[in-house]
């Protein structure tokens, strides 16, 4: 019973338990109702509420703004000092990586067009830690398409891996690490200075996913503004309690049965002709079951191209464009119902929600807790600042548990 790990006995908690003499409620609470939760307002609206989903670019007066292309930073500018009689001891940060080309299972079945990622490379080498003897050269791996091999990849076109964070991913990261200096460094004092013995005071964590990786080495480039070797810490595939990767036979089998409940379903069945109308412009069959089973597949495919400025698609025609194309309002559309599906899943679906994102988030849920009694022991040589870059499917499990009012996409 490997798989039967200590978040998995706490899928089915009291409604309170006694922590420290105090009674604690662990029970779940509803959502505000607004009209991302309303499968009405999701398929009847414009727009997507006000939300960025079509460009990188916040202008600096909506500072703050929801835009899933590029978060918003914690900047120096607008962040707010707690008062004077509180002292920062222990800050832990979890982000989900920044921007990236599409999963290659999201592609339609012939792309209009190619993703390149040729001005970057994706070093990967090993080197011996030791400063002496062989040192190894930066070696990267640049993608290519062979003329002579006749065999075509499925999905995605182009020299990135199919996932790969972007150019205008890692710039993003970068300036991310730099505005945290500015936070933490510069207005708060709390990290040590760029010149000083930093080292021992952070700790940096990735997935098993190298996206993951891809984004800590710019975050800590524009943190440290070092470009020397970091060590990321990451656990083995298969138990990896960021990504989450841990199996917890329990908690899939909730999350199952609200991808299959009642309102999952009436989702899918309200929204049959939109999909009829993607699935005409982008070749999808109809009978494919991963296309049809949420709008996950059409909300990633149609954001990561607006996220990076490409064209929405349109329908080929022996090969070529016709004037049946994707339009806004859409992909708007396509956007409402992803954030609908998030809410239901992560929120809406009554205490299934809550004990499914416990049973499969909480063992970082646990580590977390480790750390921050840690940090009210002040444990010697333990860091003050820990770093987690992880993914949409770790935020969303974390603010389900913390149950979050408005649950969003992340
Ligand atoms: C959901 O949205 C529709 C359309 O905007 C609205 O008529 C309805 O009152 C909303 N339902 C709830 C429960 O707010
Ligand atoms: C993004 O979408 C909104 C509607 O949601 C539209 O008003 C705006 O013009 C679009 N911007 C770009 C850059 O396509
Ligand atoms: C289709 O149009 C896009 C731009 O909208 C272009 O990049 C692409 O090359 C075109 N594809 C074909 C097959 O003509
Ligand atoms: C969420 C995301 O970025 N991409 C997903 C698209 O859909 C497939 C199937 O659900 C997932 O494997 C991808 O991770």
Redesign the pocket.
């Known amino acids: 019973m490997r798989s039967l790990s200590l978040a998995c006995i706490a899928m089915l908690p009291p409604t309170s338990i006694a922590a420290h003499g105090q009674s604690v409620d662990l029970s779940w609470y509803p959502p505000r109702?607004t009209?991302i939760n309303?499968l009405?307002?999701a398929l009847?609206s414009e727009g997507v509420y006000g939300f960025i989903f079509n460009t990188s670019e916040t202008p600096d007066n909506l500072y703050g703004a929801y835009n899933w292309c590029n978060m918003p930073h914690v900047r120096r500018t607008e962040y707010v000092k707690a008062p004077d009689e509180y002292e920062l001891q222990y800050v832990e940060i979890i982000q989900r990586h920044h921007k990236r080309t599409p999963y290659a299972s999201n592609a339609f079945p012939v792309e209009p067009y190619q993703w390149n990622c040729d001005d970057q490379g994706l070093f990967y080498y090993g080197q011996p830690l030791s400063d002496e003897g062989k040192q190894a050269a930066e070696g990267y791996w640049r993608g290519f398409a062979s003329p002579v091999n006749p065999f075509v990849p499925s999905g995605w076109i182009g020299t990135c891996s199919f996932p790969q964070i972007t150019t205008g991913g890692l710039d993003d990261s970068w300036t991310h690490g730099e505005d945290l200096y500015g936070v933490y460094h510069d207005l708060l004092g709390f990290l040590p200075g760029r010149g000083d013995d930093w080292r021992g005071k952070v700790a940096y964590r990735v997935t098993n996913n190298v996206i993951t990786s891809q984004v800590a080495g710019m975050l800590v480039g524009g943190t440290w503004g070092t470009t020397e070797r970091i060590p990321l810490l990451i656990q083995a595939a298969g138990i990896d309690s960021l990504e989450p990767q841990y199996g917890c036979r329990a908690g899939s089998a909730l999350f199952d049965d609200i991808r299959s409940g009642p309102g999952w379903r009436e989702h899918l069945d309200r929204g049959a002709d939109l999909f009829a109308v993607l699935d005409g412009i982008s070749g999808v069959p109809p009978g494919d079951a991963g296309f049809h089973a949420s709008f996950d597949h059409y909300f990633d495919n149609l954001s990561a191209r607006q996220c990076h400025a490409k064209p929405l698609p349109c329908r080929l025609v022996g090969g070529r464009n016709s004037t049946d194309c994707i339009d806004q309002a859409l992909a708007d559309a396509v956007y409402r119902m992803g954030q609908w599906e998030y809410s239901h899943i992560y929120r809406d679906s009554g205490e299934a929600s809550l004990a499914a994102s416990v049973a499969s988030y909480g063992v970082w849920i646990a580590e977390l807790s480790a750390h921050l009694r840690g940090a009210m022991a002040a444990k010697e040589g333990a860091p003050v600042y820990v770093h987690n870059i992880a993914h949409d499917g770790s935020t969303s499990r974390l603010l389900s548990i913390l149950q979050v009012d408005v649950m969003l996409p992340s």
Request: glycine share 0%.
């Open positions: 109702k009209d309303n009405t307002a009847n």
